[in-house]
């Protein structure tokens, strides 16, 4: 449903601020496709003789090639890389911590999060709202959003929003239409990606998509803002349809169901082929049909902010809009480094390719994912 701009609304709502924490820990290709070979000759050893009566099947080897090249990924961050490269374990290490002690998606978050407001040039006491959009919450309650809203000195609210990879574009729909309904000033949207615990670096098909990272944006009034790079938010649109082809089955109902609760159907799983096949013309259907409500089209677009999944579907969305393969320039890739980041993907690419922009280009920050579903914002540097 789209929220589109009003030119009789005296209020506008603009991003004035963005943030990237990146962790310190790099994970190579070389290095997940090492361990998962040493875990595919162990296995298939052990098991030599059920796989050669088919009543198992063998666990198939990787290449660091293969990756780059169907994915564009040659690396990941992750917050903790202890214990995912160990044969016998291969998930990372991350410690419990007390019910006092900060949450380890707050800590990531509120990283992000201070970066943002030192770019917006506010305290996190200027804030009205905090929400914190992911793909996974390390708990059900009390929100990470209220637990960060404390730690910034927010005297205001704060919620949790999961909508997979459209998660950070869906909350900036929330702060948009909080601005414009004049129910709030600024609100802190918050990505705390924390994907490597969801992942089976088991499976050939996943074990290399993922890695971790936060990023936060500061959307407020336009009257308000005074940081050196705004963004004007002409509208959003966002579009929902239900598909079993991206799941993740983990959750608190497996207690009472005497199954594994950390199988690998309740990890990320997902039919690469059918989500390639569904997702990219939908999604370019969908930027294409939110532009025209501005009387803009595809080329009046200075930057694309895409959703950072896969190379080959940000090339064949773009060149859907565009006729043309999009320069790096207009399309910004950060996969490569930081690899699948979730909702937060697009906004990494905002991060750091948004500067350069002259008043009045135009942008597209655009997220599509598990669902299916979409989320996009049309902007307009001020």
């Known amino acids: 449903m789209a929220q589109q701009a009003e030119s009789t609304n005296p209020i506008s709502a603009v991003i004035s601020g963005v943030g990237l924490w990146t962790p310190e820990n790099t994970l190579t290709n070389v290095e997940l496709v090492d361990v998962l070979n040493r875990y595919a000759d162990q296995h298939n050893e052990a098991h030599k003789a059920e796989i050669e009566s088919g009543t198992v099947q063998p666990v198939a080897k990787s290449d660091p090639d293969f990756i780059e090249k169907a994915s564009g990924i040659r690396q990941r961050y992750v917050y903790r890389k202890e214990g995912i490269l160990e044969v016998d374990r291969m998930r990372p290490r991350i410690p419990k911590r007390r019910d006092d002690e900060l949450s380890h998606q707050a800590e990531m978050g509120l990283n992000a999060a201070r970066k943002a407001l030192a770019a917006a040039g506010i305290e996190g006491s200027d804030l009205d709202a905090v929400i914190v959009s992911c793909s996974y919450t390390e708990r059900a309650y009390p929100a990470i959003a209220i637990e960060l809203q404390a730690q910034l000195g927010c005297d205001g609210f704060g919620f949790d929003m999961l909508v997979a990879c459209s998660a950070a574009t869906f909350a900036q729909h929330r702060a948009y239409d909080m601005i414009k309904a004049g129910t709030a000033r600024r609100v802190l949207v918050v990505n705390p990606e924390l994907t490597s615990p969801q992942v089976n670096y088991r499976d050939r098909d996943s074990h290399f998509i993922f890695g971790d990272v ?22 959003t649109k966002a579009k929902t349809v239900f598909s079993n082809a991206i799941r993740s089955n983990f959750g608190y109902v497996s207690r ?20 390639f096949k569904e997702v990219c013309p939908m999604a370019a259907a969908h930027i294409a049909g939110h532009l025209e409500q501005y009387s803009l089209t595809p080329t009046d677009v200075k930057r694309w902010w895409l959703h950072q999944a896969n190379i080959n579907m940000n090339q064949l969305i773009t060149k859907k809009l565009l006729g043309h393969l999009a320069s790096a320039e207009e399309a910004p890739i950060v996969l490569d480094r930081y690899a699948n980041t979730a909702s937060a993907g697009s906004i990494i690419a905002f991060s750091l390719h948004h500067e350069d922009l002259q008043s009045g280009d135009y942008g597209v920050i655009c997220s599509f994912g598990a669902g299916y579903s979409i989320g996009s914002l049309v902007i307009r540097k001020r």
């Open 214 to 235: 936060a990023t936060a944006v500061v959307i407020e009034r336009g009257d308000l803002a005074q940081s050196a790079h705004q963004y004007e938010i002409l509208g």
């Open 256 to 275: 009472t169901q005497d199954i594994d609760p950390f199988d690998p159907d309740a990890l990320f799983h997902q039919e690469g082929r059918t989500v």
